[in-house]
């Protein structure tokens, strides 16, 4: 399926600002091999977005493609003002502590409002950065889903790479079925209505694996070895998704080292 572009550079300082906010940063994750910034990372959860489009409709004809993609896109706007917050370090907050952050977004909304404007892509800004939170809609559950996905991609990426900074992330303290492979199922509890979709294709859940190995014997990406089967599937996707929106040049290319 075709896309057309949403371009959102002619908003004034908005790319610039997200640019700026390096994923990852984290003292269990202080060196990253490839580390990306916001807004390579809101493109690329637009990306798996699409790449999933046509089988996300034969199970959700209704499935709002514009609104989804735009979500995706702005998804991590607030961060703009609140700074990244790690997801490891969310889920150990108290109610309290995610009152507060809660908060802290809904504020940051506001201001994103004033400084960029009432509409994105022709959509309510407002509303957009609301849904990104409640996620009372099913186009903002799958942005959530991809978002984490991506997530995964890049934590995945490091351990094929030999980086063992990331196997927490990457499958948890256990290197199989923590991390990333236990949030992305954990989408089967936290949102029924995205059941029929992993029902009819599974796929998209990862299964358990052995990180730890795969770190022991990794190396540092080339062309070459983006095209080796990691025998991980999910990473297969992501490695896909990534190369057919920006080439190979941000997954081959250290930024980092130890």
């Known amino acids: 399926m075709n896309f057309s572009l949403i371009d959102l550079s002619h908003i004034p300082g908005r790319e610039d600002s997200l640019k700026s906010i390096q994923r990852y940063m984290h003292h269990i994750t202080p060196v990253m091999y490839y580390r990306t910034n916001l807004l390579t990372h809101s493109r690329r959860v637009s990306g798996h977005l699409e790449e999933a489009v046509e089988d996300i409709l034969s199970v959700h004809p209704g499935f709002d493609v514009e609104l989804a993609r735009t979500l995706a896109l702005v998804h991590d706007d607030a961060e703009i003002i609140t700074g990244d917050v790690q997801l490891i370090d969310k889920?150990?907050?108290?109610?309290?502590?995610?009152?507060?952050l809660w908060v802290a977004e809904e504020a940051a909304a506001a201001e994103l409002v004033k400084r960029y404007g009432p509409k994105i892509n022709g959509l309510d800004y407002a509303k957009l950065l609301?849904?990104?939170g409640t996620k009372e809609v099913i186009e903002a559950q799958f942005v959530s889903f991809f978002d984490k996905f991506d997530?995964?991609?890049e934590a995945w990426h490091e351990v094929w790479a030999g980086n063992e900074r990331f196997l927490l992330p990457?499958?948890?303290?256990?290197?199989?079925?923590?991390g990333y492979v236990r949030r992305l199922n954990a989408f089967l509890e936290t949102y029924p209505a995205m059941r029929a979709f992993f029902k009819e294709f599974p796929g998209y859940l990862p299964e358990p694996f052995d990180f730890k190995s795969a770190a022991k014997t990794g190396k540092p990406h080339t062309v070459d070895s983006l095209k080796e089967d990691s025998g991980f599937p999910p990473y297969e996707r992501w490695k896909k998704s990534v190369i057919k929106k920006e080439g190979t040049s941000n997954l081959t290319t250290r930024v980092e080292f130890p």
């Open 170 to 178: 990457a499958g948890g303290h256990h290197g199989r079925s923590g």
């Open 130 to 132: 609301e849904l990104v």
């Open 91 to 100: 889920e150990g907050m108290t109610k309290e502590q995610k009152r507060e």
């Open 151 to 153: 997530g995964g991609g």
